[in-house]
C-alpha cells in the first residue's frame, strides 16, 4: 500500500482513514493505493472513507463497528453526521438543539 | 519514593489542603468569600447547593472531606438546610482533622459568618500544617482519569498515552480508575472479557446497558456538538476512544461514587444512578466526573483532551494532556502533556505514556500542575441515587475476606 502521510489506517479492518494533518478539497490524496483528488476539506480528526460505502453498512473504526452508513459515500469522501449514523443514541447538534429537533 | 502527608487513619495525601464547604447554595456565597479573602492556593471551595437530602451527595462530601489530600475542613451552613452537618463534623473529627462548624443564622449574618470563617480557616490551616509527612511509593497512590472535549485525535493519542501510563502504574501496585460508562456504550463486550471473574465481566455489561438506558432517557448520549466538530460522529466512535484510557490490565472490580477500591488494580466506576432516572443527567459536566473520582480517593486526575478544556479541580491535581497537537499549541499554558506530538511523528505513545508517568509523579511529589498554578479549584456535586454494589463488583476483596 501506497503510504498518505495525512490519513492514517488504524486497523487492517476498518473502512474509515483518519485524517492527521488537514487534507483541501482538491488535494490530491492516495486511498488503498489509488491518487484521487480530495472531494471535501478534511480537518484533522475527521474521517474519511477507505473504499465505496453503501446505506446500511457498518462504519469500522479501530476494527470496531461505530455506526452504520446512511447515504452513498464514494472513497476519499468526508464520513461524518451527514452520511452515518449512531447504532445506539443518535448524535445531536447545537442547531438541532435550539431548533427542538433533538 | 516522594513525601506525602500521613492522616490518623493511615491514608497518605499528596497536598495538604483545607477545604472550606458549603452545605447549601444559600452559605455559598459566605463560603466562597472566606476563601476569597484568605486568597491561599491551598484553601479550597467545596459544597453542595442542594436543600433537601441525598445520602449520595452525604456520602461524597464525607469521602471528599476525609480525603487523604485534605488536612482539614471548616464547615458553612445556612442553618435550615437538610443537609447532616454535625454528622459530617464529626466524621471529620472522628478521623483527627481539625474541622469547625459555622452556621450563618446563629453567627449573626453574612459579614459576621465571614469574618469568623477566616479566624477558622487560620485556626484550621495551622492545626493541619502539624500533619506527619511520610516516604510514599507509587503502589500508594490512587488515579483516576477522565476525558473532556474530545475529539477524533483523543482516542489516537491522549487515550491510548495514559492507557500505557495506567498498564505501567497496575503493574506498580497502583490502583487505577476509569470511568463514564456512558462513554463505553458499544465497549461492552470487549470490556467483559477483561474482568477478573465471569460474574464480574457480566456486571460490567450490565452497567453499560443501564448507561445506555439511562442516557436515551434523557435525550441525549454523552456527546457534545464540540466532540462532532472535532470529527467524531457517534457515540460509539466517542467511547471506542474513550476506553483506550483504561489499557490493557484486568478489571478488578467495579465501584460507585465514594467507594475506594479495596486493593491496587485496575477499576471501573460507574457513575450512572440506579433505578429509574430521576435527577437528570448523570454527571452534568467533566468536573462532576472528577469530583466522584476523588470521592472514590483518587489522588490526581489525568485529564485527556482534543478540543482543549482547561479545568483543574478542589481537593486534588488534574494533570491535563492534550490529545491535538493544533489545540495544544492554541492552549499551550493549559496543558501539562502534548501527546499530539504523536500525529506529527516526534513521539510513539510509549514515550508520552512514560512522559505521563514521570508528570504524575512529579505532581505527586508536589509540583503543581498548569490549572493549579492558573488557580483552577472547580467542584459540583449534584443529586444522584445508587444501590449498593452487587455481589459481583468486587471478587478479590471478597476472596480475600
Given at each position: 500500500?501506497?503510504?498518505e502521510?495525512?490519513?492514517?489506517?488504524?486497523?487492517?479492518?476498518?473502512?474509515?482513514?483518519?485524517c492527521i494533518a488537514?487534507?483541501?478539497?482538491?488535494?490530491?490524496?492516495?486511498?488503498?493505493g489509488?491518487?484521487?483528488?480530495?472531494?471535501?476539506?478534511?480537518?484533522?480528526?475527521?474521517?474519511?472513507?477507505r473504499?465505496?460505502?453503501?446505506?446500511?453498512d457498518k462504519?469500522?473504526?479501530?476494527?470496531?463497528?461505530i455506526?452504520?452508513?446512511t447515504?452513498?459515500?464514494?472513497?476519499?469522501a468526508l464520513v461524518?453526521?451527514?452520511?452515518?449514523?449512531?447504532?445506539?443514541?443518535?448524535s445531536?447538534s447545537?442547531?438541532?438543539?435550539?431548533?427542538?429537533?433533538g | 519514593?516522594?513525601?506525602?502527608?500521613?492522616?490518623?487513619d493511615?491514608?497518605?495525601?499528596i497536598r495538604?489542603?483545607v477545604?472550606?464547604a458549603?452545605?447549601v447554595?444559600?452559605?455559598?456565597?459566605?463560603?466562597?468569600?472566606?476563601?476569597?479573602?484568605?486568597?491561599?492556593p491551598?484553601v479550597?471551595?467545596?459544597?453542595?447547593?442542594?436543600?433537601?437530602?441525598?445520602?449520595?451527595?452525604a456520602?461524597?462530601?464525607?469521602?471528599?472531606?476525609?480525603?487523604?489530600?485534605?488536612?482539614?475542613?471548616v464547615?458553612v451552613?445556612?442553618g435550615?438546610?437538610?443537609f447532616?452537618?454535625?454528622?459530617?463534623?464529626?466524621?471529620?473529627?472522628?478521623?483527627?482533622r481539625?474541622?469547625?462548624?459555622?452556621?450563618i443564622?446563629?453567627?449573626?449574618?453574612?459579614?459576621?459568618?465571614?469574618?469568623?470563617?477566616?479566624?477558622a480557616?487560620?485556626?484550621?490551616?495551622?492545626?493541619?500544617a502539624?500533619a506527619?509527612?511520610?516516604?510514599?511509593?507509587?503502589?500508594?497512590?490512587?488515579?483516576?482519569t477522565?476525558?473532556?472535549g474530545?475529539?477524533?485525535?483523543s482516542?489516537?493519542?491522549?487515550?491510548?498515552?495514559v492507557?500505557?501510563a495506567f498498564?505501567?502504574?497496575?503493574?506498580e501496585g497502583?490502583?487505577?480508575?476509569?470511568?463514564?460508562?456512558?462513554e463505553?456504550?458499544?465497549?461492552?463486550?470487549?470490556?467483559?472479557?477483561?474482568?477478573?471473574?465471569?460474574?464480574?465481566?457480566?456486571?460490567?455489561?450490565?452497567?453499560?446497558?443501564?448507561?445506555e438506558?439511562?442516557?436515551?432517557?434523557?435525550?441525549?448520549?454523552?456527546?457534545?456538538?464540540?466532540?462532532?466538530?472535532?470529527?467524531?460522529?457517534?457515540?460509539?466512535?466517542?467511547?471506542?476512544?474513550?476506553?483506550?484510557?483504561s489499557?490493557?490490565?484486568?478489571?478488578?472490580?467495579?465501584?460507585?461514587?465514594?467507594?475506594v477500591?479495596?486493593?491496587?488494580g485496575?477499576?471501573?466506576?460507574?457513575?450512572?444512578?440506579?433505578?429509574?432516572?430521576?435527577f437528570?443527567f448523570?454527571?452534568?459536566?467533566?468536573?462532576?466526573?472528577?469530583?466522584?473520582?476523588?470521592?472514590?480517593g483518587?489522588?490526581?486526575?489525568?485529564f485527556?483532551?482534543?478540543?482543549?478544556?482547561?479545568?483543574?479541580?478542589?481537593?486534588a491535581?488534574?494533570i491535563?494532556?492534550?490529545?491535538?497537537?493544533?489545540?495544544?499549541?492554541?492552549?499551550?499554558e493549559d496543558m501539562?502533556?502534548?501527546a499530539?506530538?504523536?500525529?506529527?511523528?516526534?513521539a510513539?505513545?510509549?514515550?508520552?505514556?512514560?512522559?505521563?508517568?514521570a508528570?504524575?509523579?512529579a505532581?505527586?511529589g508536589?509540583?503543581?500542575?498548569?490549572?493549579?498554578?492558573?488557580?483552577?479549584q472547580?467542584?459540583?456535586?449534584?443529586?444522584?441515587?445508587f444501590?449498593?454494589?452487587?455481589?459481583a463488583?468486587?471478587?478479590?476483596a471478597?476472596r480475600?475476606?
Amino acid at each position: 500500500m501506497i503510504h498518505e502521510a495525512r490519513l492514517m489506517l488504524l486497523d487492517p479492518r476498518d473502512t474509515i482513514l483518519v485524517c492527521i494533518a488537514p487534507v483541501a478539497a482538491g488535494d490530491s490524496v492516495t486511498i488503498e493505493g489509488v491518487a484521487l483528488s480530495a472531494p471535501d476539506p478534511i480537518g484533522v480528526g475527521h474521517k474519511v472513507a477507505r473504499r465505496a460505502l453503501a446505506p446500511g453498512d457498518k462504519v469500522v473504526k479501530y476494527g470496531a463497528p461505530i455506526g452504520s452508513i446512511t447515504r452513498a459515500t464514494a472513497p476519499g469522501a468526508l464520513v461524518h453526521l451527514h452520511n452515518m449514523k449512531s447504532d445506539y443514541i443518535a448524535s445531536h447538534s447545537r442547531d438541532a438543539v435550539s431548533e427542538g429537533k433533538g | 519514593m516522594f513525601q506525602g502527608f500521613l492522616r490518623e487513619d493511615g491514608r497518605k495525601g499528596i497536598r495538604n489542603i483545607v477545604a472550606v464547604a458549603y452545605l447549601v447554595e444559600c452559605a455559598h456565597h459566605v463560603a466562597r468569600r472566606i476563601v476569597g479573602k484568605v486568597d491561599d492556593p491551598d484553601v479550597h471551595l467545596i459544597g453542595f447547593p442542594g436543600c433537601f437530602p441525598n445520602a449520595y451527595a452525604a456520602k461524597v462530601m464525607r469521602a471528599i472531606a476525609t480525603h487523604p489530600n485534605v488536612g482539614g475542613v471548616v464547615l458553612v451552613s445556612l442553618g435550615c438546610e437538610s443537609f447532616d452537618r454535625n454528622g459530617l463534623r464529626q466524621a471529620i473529627a472522628a478521623s483527627g482533622r481539625p474541622v469547625e462548624l459555622l452556621v450563618i443564622q446563629e453567627a449573626g449574618g453574612t459579614s459576621a459568618t465571614i469574618a469568623a470563617g477566616i479566624a477558622a480557616v487560620e485556626r484550621v490551616r495551622a492545626a493541619a500544617a502539624a500533619a506527619p509527612r511520610a516516604a510514599m511509593e507509587v503502589g500508594e497512590l490512587i488515579i483516576g482519569t477522565v476525558c473532556g472535549g474530545s475529539d477524533g485525535t483523543s482516542g489516537l493519542t491522549a487515550n491510548p498515552a495514559v492507557g500505557r501510563a495506567f498498564d505501567r502504574l497496575v503493574g506498580e501496585g497502583a490502583t487505577c480508575i476509569f470511568e463514564e460508562t456512558g462513554e463505553l456504550i458499544g465497549c461492552e463486550a470487549i470490556m467483559a472479557e477483561r474482568a477478573v471473574t465471569p460474574e464480574l465481566g457480566r456486571a460490567i455489561e450490565e452497567c453499560v446497558a443501564k448507561a445506555e438506558r439511562y442516557y436515551t432517557t434523557m435525550g441525549y448520549a454523552s456527546f457534545a456538538p464540540g466532540n462532532a466538530e472535532g470529527g467524531l460522529t457517534t457515540i460509539e466512535e466517542k467511547s471506542m476512544g474513550a476506553y483506550s484510557k483504561s489499557g490493557s490490565s484486568p478489571i478488578s472490580g467495579i465501584i460507585k461514587p465514594g467507594d475506594v477500591p479495596p486493593a491496587g488494580g485496575l477499576y471501573l466506576l460507574d457513575v450512572v444512578p440506579d433505578g429509574e432516572p430521576r435527577f437528570g443527567f448523570p454527571n452534568i459536566s467533566d468536573n462532576a466526573e472528577i469530583v466522584e473520582l476523588i470521592a472514590c480517593g483518587a489522588h490526581l486526575t489525568l485529564f485527556t483532551t482534543g478540543r482543549g478544556s482547561v479545568v483543574g479541580s478542589a481537593v486534588a491535581p488534574v494533570i491535563k494532556i492534550c490529545a491535538n497537537p493544533e489545540t495544544a499549541r492554541r492552549l499551550a499554558e493549559d496543558m501539562d502533556v502534548n501527546a499530539g506530538r504523536i500525529l506529527e511523528g516526534e513521539a510513539t505513545l510509549d514515550d508520552v505514556g512514560e512522559e505521563i508517568h514521570a508528570a504524575m509523579m512529579a505532581v505527586a511529589g508536589g509540583k503543581r500542575t498548569k490549572s493549579e498554578e492558573l488557580g483552577h479549584q472547580e467542584f459540583i456535586l449534584t443529586y444522584k441515587a445508587f444501590d449498593p454494589l452487587g455481589p459481583a463488583c468486587l471478587p478479590l476483596a471478597r476472596r480475600a475476606a
